[in-house]
């Protein structure tokens, strides 16, 4: 079936560069994406929805400028942490709203 | 509205058991309401889900049991074994195209062998 490939599937940064994390949809065509940030221990929060040839859609808080979100082709967006701090560490998750099955297997990003 | 309750935040169960996990919702305009597996570094898996027309879907050992009137659901795992300890998320999505899951906390589920 249709597959949601994430990668990397971890990283581990210095505090202050950039991380990019990439998501790709296999063998269909996603013409939206969900990007998810989960906390150890905690649940799942949307922080923003990618649209082909778009631009973003960012949850209330979710800083634009630091969480660089494209959406540049039907199979691939990407995500970039920009200036990373501490904080940011967190597990990082894409899905495609064509069927809720689809979500990648996650990045899991350590700042330090 | 927009939220989604889920309970317990843990629970213990012993080989052979039922495992039960509730959730509740306040907005009508749900109608998909799926439940997620999750393993530690893995991204969530699809477990089962339901639609607000279905008081019951049955997949295996897993039953969802949908109450409409009393906006809440659960999740039933017959014969709980110990490779079902994993965190579970309940979910649900507003009935417009293209919107995004909103998820329960999460129930961390220990079966003891």
């Known amino acids: 079936g249709a597959v949601v490939s994430q990668h990397p599937s971890w990283v581990i940064c210095k505090s202050g560069t950039s991380v990019k994390i990439e998501c790709r949809s296999l063998?269909?065509?996603?013409?939206?994406m969900f990007w998810y940030r989960q906390f150890p221990k905690q649940s799942l929060m949307l922080m923003a929805t990618?649209?082909?040839?778009?631009?973003?859609?960012?949850e209330q808080g979710v800083e634009k400028d630091k969480f660089l979100i494209n959406h540049a082709s039907l199979t691939l967006s990407t995500l970039t942490v920009t200036s990373a701090h501490p904080e940011d560490s967190s597990f990082y998750i894409c899905?495609?709203?064509?069927?809720?099955?689809?979500f990648g297997q996650g990045t899991r990003l350590t700042v330090v | 509205q927009q939220q989604v309750k889920q309970s317990p935040q843990s629970l213990i169960v012993q080989k052979g058991g039922i495992s039960i996990i509730n959730c509740a919702y306040e907005?009508?305009?749900?109608?998909?309401f799926p439940w997620y597996q999750q393993f530690p570094g893995k991204g969530p898996a699809l477990l089962i889900a339901?639609?607000?027309?279905?008081s019951e879907k049955k997949e295996g050992r897993f039953t969802i049991s949908f109450n409409k009137s009393a906006k809440q659901f659960s999740l039933h795992i017959m014969d709980s074994q110990p490779g079902d300890s994993a965190t579970y998320f309940c979910?649900?999505?507003?009935?417009?195209?293209?919107?995004?899951?909103?998820f329960g906390k999460g129930t961390t589920l220990s079966v003891s062998s």
């Open positions: 990618s649209n082909e040839g778009s631009k973003a859609t960012y």
């Open positions: 907005n009508t305009a749900f109608d998909y």
């Open positions: 063998d269909f065509q996603a013409t939206t």
């Open positions: 339901i639609r607000p027309d279905v």
């Open positions: 899905s495609a709203p064509e069927t809720e099955a689809f």
């Open positions: 979910a649900a999505r507003l009935n417009q195209a293209g919107t995004a899951l909103i």
